[in-house]
Protein backbone atom coordinates (compact mmCIF):
# COMPACT_ATOMS: atom_id res chain seq x y z
CA UNK A 1 0.00 0.00 0.00
CA UNK A 2 1.99 3.29 -0.79
CA UNK A 3 2.17 6.27 1.01
CA UNK A 4 0.11 9.95 0.21
CA UNK A 5 3.31 11.13 0.94
CA UNK A 6 4.74 9.77 -1.81
CA UNK A 7 2.07 10.42 -5.06
CA UNK A 8 0.41 13.34 -5.66
CA UNK A 9 -2.35 14.32 -7.65
CA UNK A 10 -1.45 17.67 -10.51
CA UNK A 11 -4.42 19.13 -12.04
CA UNK A 12 -3.73 21.38 -14.69
CA UNK A 13 -5.83 24.02 -16.49
CA UNK A 14 -5.89 24.25 -20.31
CA UNK A 15 -7.93 25.99 -23.19
CA UNK A 16 -9.40 22.57 -23.43
CA UNK A 17 -10.37 21.97 -20.11
CA UNK A 18 -9.07 20.57 -17.40
CA UNK A 19 -6.47 17.22 -17.04
CA UNK A 20 -5.70 15.54 -13.95
CA UNK A 21 -2.24 13.48 -13.52
CA UNK A 22 -1.12 11.38 -11.13
CA UNK A 23 2.60 11.37 -10.26
CA UNK A 24 5.04 9.54 -8.44
CA UNK A 25 7.42 11.28 -6.13
CA UNK A 26 9.47 10.67 -3.06
CA UNK A 27 10.46 12.14 0.33
CA UNK A 28 8.89 15.92 0.29
CA UNK A 29 6.67 16.12 -2.89
CA UNK A 30 3.75 14.95 -0.96
CA UNK A 31 3.51 18.25 1.22
CA UNK A 32 2.37 21.44 -0.72
CA UNK A 33 1.64 24.95 0.31
CA UNK A 34 -1.75 25.44 -1.08
CA UNK A 35 -2.60 28.88 -2.40
CA UNK A 36 -6.45 30.81 -2.93
CA UNK A 37 -6.70 34.12 -4.67
CA UNK A 38 -9.75 36.22 -4.21
CA UNK A 39 -10.32 38.49 -6.96
CA UNK A 40 -12.12 41.58 -6.96
CA UNK A 41 -12.94 44.50 -9.45
CA UNK A 42 -15.34 47.05 -10.39
CA UNK A 43 -13.75 47.60 -13.86
CA UNK A 44 -17.42 47.41 -15.76
CA UNK A 45 -14.84 46.17 -19.10
CA UNK A 46 -15.87 42.59 -18.03
CA UNK A 47 -12.85 41.04 -20.05
CA UNK A 48 -10.23 43.33 -18.24
CA UNK A 49 -10.58 40.79 -15.23
CA UNK A 50 -10.79 37.79 -17.71
CA UNK A 51 -7.83 38.57 -19.31
CA UNK A 52 -5.94 39.03 -15.91
CA UNK A 53 -7.26 35.55 -15.23
CA UNK A 54 -5.78 34.18 -18.06
CA UNK A 55 -2.01 36.02 -17.61
CA UNK A 56 -2.41 34.76 -13.66
CA UNK A 57 -2.78 31.14 -14.77
CA UNK A 58 -0.27 31.46 -17.37
CA UNK A 59 2.31 32.67 -15.21
CA UNK A 60 1.82 30.23 -12.27
CA UNK A 61 1.90 27.07 -14.54
CA UNK A 62 5.42 28.70 -15.59
CA UNK A 63 6.63 29.55 -12.29
CA UNK A 64 5.93 25.53 -11.54
CA UNK A 65 2.69 25.76 -9.66
CA UNK A 66 -0.41 23.40 -9.60
CA UNK A 67 -4.11 24.48 -10.68
CA UNK A 68 -6.78 23.19 -9.07
CA UNK A 69 -9.45 23.62 -11.54
CA UNK A 70 -10.32 26.54 -13.30
CA UNK A 71 -11.12 29.79 -12.85
CA UNK A 72 -14.12 30.02 -10.05
CA UNK A 73 -16.82 32.57 -10.94
CA UNK A 74 -18.35 34.16 -8.06
CA UNK A 75 -21.92 36.04 -7.55
CA UNK A 76 -21.28 39.61 -8.20
CA UNK A 77 -21.94 42.35 -5.98
CA UNK A 78 -24.24 44.71 -7.11
CA UNK A 79 -24.68 48.14 -4.89
CA UNK A 80 -27.30 50.99 -5.05
CA UNK A 81 -28.20 54.00 -4.01
CA UNK A 82 -29.90 57.40 -4.91
CA UNK A 83 -28.38 60.76 -4.57
CA UNK A 84 -30.08 64.27 -4.87
CA UNK A 85 -29.38 66.48 -7.84
CA UNK A 86 -29.83 69.32 -5.46
CA UNK A 87 -31.22 70.43 -2.32
CA UNK A 88 -32.54 73.72 -3.79
CA UNK A 89 -34.57 74.09 -7.40
CA UNK A 90 -33.94 70.07 -8.10
CA UNK A 91 -34.56 69.03 -5.08
CA UNK A 92 -36.92 66.33 -6.38
CA UNK A 93 -34.80 65.55 -8.91
CA UNK A 94 -32.79 62.31 -7.91
CA UNK A 95 -29.87 60.10 -9.97
CA UNK A 96 -29.43 56.27 -9.49
CA UNK A 97 -26.39 54.75 -9.47
CA UNK A 98 -24.74 51.23 -9.23
CA UNK A 99 -21.57 49.80 -8.63
CA UNK A 100 -20.94 45.92 -9.69
CA UNK A 101 -17.93 44.39 -8.57
CA UNK A 102 -17.01 41.16 -10.19
CA UNK A 103 -15.57 38.32 -8.37
CA UNK A 104 -13.07 35.51 -8.92
CA UNK A 105 -11.48 32.93 -7.01
CA UNK A 106 -7.96 30.90 -8.17
CA UNK A 107 -6.91 27.66 -6.75
CA UNK A 108 -3.29 26.41 -6.73
CA UNK A 109 -1.02 24.92 -4.65
CA UNK A 110 3.32 25.01 -4.71
CA UNK A 111 5.19 21.82 -4.03
CA UNK A 112 7.88 22.19 -1.12
CA UNK A 113 10.27 19.75 -3.33
CA UNK A 114 10.28 22.76 -6.37
CA UNK A 115 10.83 25.25 -3.27
CA UNK A 116 14.15 23.39 -2.29
CA UNK A 117 15.22 22.89 -5.99
CA UNK A 118 14.30 26.89 -6.81
CA UNK A 119 14.09 28.76 -3.80
CA UNK A 120 12.51 32.14 -5.56
CA UNK A 121 9.36 30.04 -6.23
CA UNK A 122 9.03 30.60 -2.11
CA UNK A 123 6.94 34.55 -2.99
CA UNK A 124 5.90 32.91 -6.34
CA UNK A 125 2.23 33.67 -5.11
CA UNK A 126 2.62 36.58 -3.30
CA UNK A 127 5.39 38.14 -6.06
CA UNK A 128 1.99 37.48 -9.06
CA UNK A 129 -0.23 38.93 -6.78
CA UNK A 130 1.62 42.30 -6.60
CA UNK A 131 1.67 42.63 -10.44
CA UNK A 132 -1.85 42.78 -11.10
CA UNK A 133 -3.72 45.83 -12.83
CA UNK A 134 -4.70 48.86 -10.76
CA UNK A 135 -7.95 48.00 -11.32
CA UNK A 136 -7.94 44.55 -9.91
CA UNK A 137 -7.73 43.91 -6.00
CA UNK A 138 -6.25 40.35 -4.25
CA UNK A 139 -6.46 39.09 -1.62
CA UNK A 140 -3.72 36.19 -0.84
CA UNK A 141 -5.14 33.06 1.29
CA UNK A 142 -2.22 30.17 2.54
CA UNK A 143 -2.57 27.12 3.48
CA UNK A 144 0.49 24.97 4.79
CA UNK A 145 0.59 21.57 6.58
CA UNK A 146 1.83 22.22 10.02
CA UNK A 147 5.29 20.62 9.56
CA UNK A 148 6.38 23.22 7.46
CA UNK A 149 6.25 25.44 10.21
CA UNK A 150 9.28 23.81 11.95
CA UNK A 151 11.41 25.38 10.34
CA UNK A 152 9.54 28.88 9.53
CA UNK A 153 9.79 29.16 13.75
CA UNK A 154 13.04 27.70 13.91
CA UNK A 155 14.36 29.99 11.78
CA UNK A 156 12.56 32.72 13.15
CA UNK A 157 13.88 32.43 16.90
CA UNK A 158 17.26 32.06 15.57
CA UNK A 159 16.96 35.51 13.65
CA UNK A 160 15.64 36.51 17.29
CA UNK A 161 19.36 38.07 18.14
CA UNK A 162 20.98 34.38 17.42
CA UNK A 163 19.49 32.96 20.32
CA UNK A 164 18.34 29.43 19.73
CA UNK A 165 14.96 28.20 21.84
CA UNK A 166 16.93 26.39 24.96
CA UNK A 167 18.85 29.84 25.32
CA UNK A 168 16.00 32.18 25.39
CA UNK A 169 14.51 29.70 27.84
CA UNK A 170 17.37 30.24 30.13
CA UNK A 171 17.48 33.51 29.75
CA UNK A 172 13.96 34.02 30.79
CA UNK A 173 14.44 31.42 33.72
CA UNK A 174 17.10 34.01 35.12
CA UNK A 175 15.14 36.86 34.55
CA UNK A 176 12.44 34.92 36.94
CA UNK A 177 14.75 34.36 39.32
CA UNK A 178 15.69 37.65 39.36
CA UNK A 179 12.33 38.97 40.29
CA UNK A 180 11.68 36.83 43.01
CA UNK A 181 15.15 37.92 44.43
CA UNK A 182 13.79 41.45 44.29
CA UNK A 183 10.52 40.77 45.60
CA UNK A 184 11.82 39.25 48.28
CA UNK A 185 14.20 41.76 49.40
CA UNK A 186 11.31 44.25 49.08
CA UNK A 187 9.34 42.31 51.39
CA UNK A 188 11.89 42.20 53.82
CA UNK A 189 12.47 45.79 54.16
CA UNK A 190 8.87 46.63 54.49
CA UNK A 191 8.83 43.65 57.28
CA UNK A 192 11.39 45.55 58.99
CA UNK A 193 10.05 48.88 59.03
CA UNK A 194 6.64 47.18 60.00
CA UNK A 195 9.01 46.09 63.18
CA UNK A 196 10.15 49.59 63.88
CA UNK A 197 8.28 51.19 66.99
CA UNK A 198 6.74 54.66 65.73
CA UNK A 199 8.30 57.94 67.74
CA UNK A 200 5.26 59.65 69.16
CA UNK A 201 4.85 63.03 66.81
CA UNK A 202 4.36 66.30 69.11
CA UNK A 203 2.35 68.90 67.89
CA UNK A 204 2.70 72.34 68.73
CA UNK A 205 -0.16 74.41 69.12
CA UNK A 206 0.66 78.29 69.24
CA UNK A 207 -1.70 79.87 71.59
CA UNK A 208 -3.53 82.97 69.68
CA UNK A 209 -3.40 86.38 71.50
Given at each position: ?????????????????????????????????????????????????????????????????????????????????????????????????????????????????????YPQTRELAYQVASRLPDNVAVKVEQRMPGLLLIPE?????????????????????????????????????????????????????????
Open positions: MSSPLLKSAAVVSGEHGVRTSLRSSRGLDGLNRNFVYHFQSNDIRKWMINESMRRIQNVLLRGGAVLHGDVVGLRRRRKNWCVLRSPHIDKKSREHFEQVTHRREIRFSVPLSNEIELARLMKQLNGFTPEEIQEKDHKVQLKLKELEDKRNAELASLNSQEKLPIENDDEDSD
